[in-house]
Antibody, heavy 119, light 107 residues
């Protein structure tokens, strides 16, 4: 059974850092495009970052230079290192798998982890 | 960045009725349009990919149509579990973007 479990969210002051983790089971993260998508409470979804099977990474302009996505195949996990956090980064962060059997749509999502940036 | 505009923002219907949700793109996304359903407190769930293809396990009452810039998600006869928020998403270009959502409420 495919599962994605995020962790690492919490309360952090502006300018601070957090590292989110996404532990996968039921498939290998190095065989799929893996993305982070965030959702401000009550609002829509915003794509944040992605990592490809070949290791290529891509970022939304709003986080470029501050966030780093990575993958650890041995732990079958994906990470999002978030630095220089701002109030506008406050959101639930989801880890999601893109499946090219579904045209690259997100076929599995984690339950999300809440990041709150506030003093 | 491709903007997706969903309408209406809120749709109030009764079980058994037909729901028609719209998604308009600021430029053509060809057929690379996806629909998700999100219930309160849950992650989004994939419904439809590439405009009209149902994902595994999605009931036949859900259907998608459209092309280029105008797309529709139709739920032919609403079941109680269908009342949720629906998002469209384009995957033709970076950044991937989502619509602002249509909330489907029970009337």
């Amino acid at each position: 059974e495919v599962q994605l479990v995020e962790s690492g969210g919490g309360l952090v002051q502006p300018g601070g850092s957090l590292r989110l983790s996404c532990a996968a089971s039921g498939f290998s993260v190095n065989n799929y495009d893996m993305d982070w998508v965030r959702q401000i409470t009550g609002e829509s979804l915003e794509w944040v970052s992605g990592i490809r099977p070949g290791g290529e990474t891509i970022y939304a302009d709003s986080v470029k230079g501050r966030f780093t996505i990575s993958r650890e195949n041995g732990k079958n996990s994906v990470y999002l290192q978030m630095n220089t956090l701002r109030a506008g980064d406050t959101a639930v962060y989801y880890c999601a798998r893109r499946n090219w059997n579904y045209g690259g749509a997100y076929d599995f999502w984690g339950q999300g982890t809440l990041v709150t940036v506030s003093s | 960045e491709i903007m997706l505009t969903q309408s209406p923002a809120t749709l109030s219907l009764s079980p058994g009725e037909r729901a028609t949700l719209s998604c308009r793109a600021s430029e053509s996304v060809l057929n690379q349009l996806v629909w998700y359903q999100q219930k309160r407190g849950q992650a989004p769930r994939l419904l439809i990919y590439d405009v009209s293809n149902r994902a595994t396990g999605i009931p036949a009452r859900f259907s998608g149509s459209g092309s280029a810039t105008d797309f529709t998600l139709t739920i032919s006869s609403l079941e109680p579990e269908d009342f949720a928020v629906y998002y469209c998403q384009q995957r033709i270009t970076w950044p991937l973007t989502f619509g602002q959502g249509t909330r489907l409420d029970i009337k």
